[in-house]
C-alpha cells in the first residue's frame, strides 16, 4: 500500500525488486492522478457556483478555490472515527474524505431543504456549512467509530473553535478511562484526532488563542490548520497577526524536549503537494499515536475567485499580488510537478481537466433540476386552479368562481 508520504515513495523505488516497483509506481501514479482531477473537480465547481450566483439561481457564495491541494494532503489522513470542526472554504477536503458530494454541494448553495438531498444543513445555513447526521431516522446514534464526521460549521468566524478541545478530549478520556470502554460505537480507544480548519485572519479571534492554549495544557489529539491566504476579506495578514505569521506568533507554544505541554508545529505551503502530504502524515501520525496537539500553518494559499460572491478582490488586492495569486496556484503548480516528475504526460492531465469539468457540470445540472422540479410541480398546479376558478383567496374567503369581480 502507498502511503501519502510522495517524496518519501519515490526515493524508496530506487531500492525496490523491478516487479514491486513497478506495482507501487503505478499505485502511487493513480493515487496522485486522482487527487490531481479531485481538485479540478473542486476548482470547476467553485467557478460554476459563483456564476450561479451572479446569474441569479442563488443567493450567496463562498467557496474553497485556492486551498484545494492543501485539504486533499489533510484529507489523506482523516480516517474512520476522525472528527473534523472547520469553515466554509473545506469543499475540498469534505469531498476527499466522501463526507459531500459534487450534487450536494450544488443543493446547498441552492438552498435545498430536503436533508436526503442536503444532509449537510438541509438549507437551514449558507452554503459550504457542512455538517455529519448523527442521528438515524429512529432517533438512535448513528455509529461515529466507523464513519467520518464533522460537527457542523457556523458563520461566527472562529466559532468552530472551541469545540475542537471537547472533541479531541473525549478521545483522550477514550483512551485513558477503563470504564468508558463499553462505548464501542463513540470511540476506538481514543485513536481518533480531531481536525479544525480556521483561516488566518480568524486566528486573531480570542476563541483561538484559548483552544490552542487548553489543547497544549491538556495534551489532545488535535490538529489544527491554518489556510493562511494573507487576506481576512480585505485586510491583509501584516495588518491583522503579529509578525504576518500564525506560526511565528504561536511559538512560545511550541513544545519543546522534555516539556509537559504544548503543541507541534509544522509549516507548509498551498501549492506544495509532496511537501503537505509528507508534513501532514508526520504530524497526524504524532497527534494520533501520541495525544499531542499539532498546528498546521498552510502558508502561500491563494483566493481565485476572491472573498465571496459580494465582492471582487481585484478591488483591493494589489496587482502584484494578483499576478503571484496566478503563479502560485495550487493546480498550475500541481501540473507542473506532475509533468517533472513524469508521473503523466500534458495530454492525459488534459484529459483529467476534461473529465473534472464535464462532473461538475453534470451535478450543478442535476442538483438545480432537482430543487426546481417541485417548485415547477406547485406552479403549474397554481396555474391550474386560478384557471378553473378554483382558488379559495384567504382575504375574501370566497372561491375565486364565486367572486364577481
Ligand atoms: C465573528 C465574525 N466576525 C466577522 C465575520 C465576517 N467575516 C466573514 S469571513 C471573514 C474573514 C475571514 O478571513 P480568514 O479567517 O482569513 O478566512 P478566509 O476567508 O480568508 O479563508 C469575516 C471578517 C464573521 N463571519 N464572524
Ligand atoms: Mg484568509
Redesign the pocket.
Known sequence: MITSNTKENIRNFQDDTEEKKAIQFEDFRREVLNDYKLAHLSRQMSLLARREVLSGKAKFG?FGDG?EIAQIAMARQFKEGDWRSG???DQTFMLATGMTTPKQFFAMLYGETRTELNPDNGGRSMNNHFGSRLIDPDGNWINQAENKNTSSDI?????QMPRLVGLALASKLYREQPELNHLKSFSKNGNEVAFGT??????S?GLFFETMNAAAVLQIPMAVSV???G???SVPVDLQTVKASISKALKGFEKQKGDAGGILIFEGFGWDYAGLCQMYEEGIRKCREEHVPVLFHVKELT?PTG?STSGSHERYKPKERLEWEKEKDGLLQMHKWILETKLADEATLNRLETEAQEEAQAAQKEAFREIMTPIREEKTQLIEMIRTKKMRLPFMGRRTDQCHN
Open positions: 463562498i486551498k469553515y466554509y472554504r458563520s461566527p468566524t472562529g466559532g480556521i483561516g488566518d485572519a480568524s486566528t479571534e489556510w493562511d491566504d487576506y481576512g476579506i483566493q472573498h
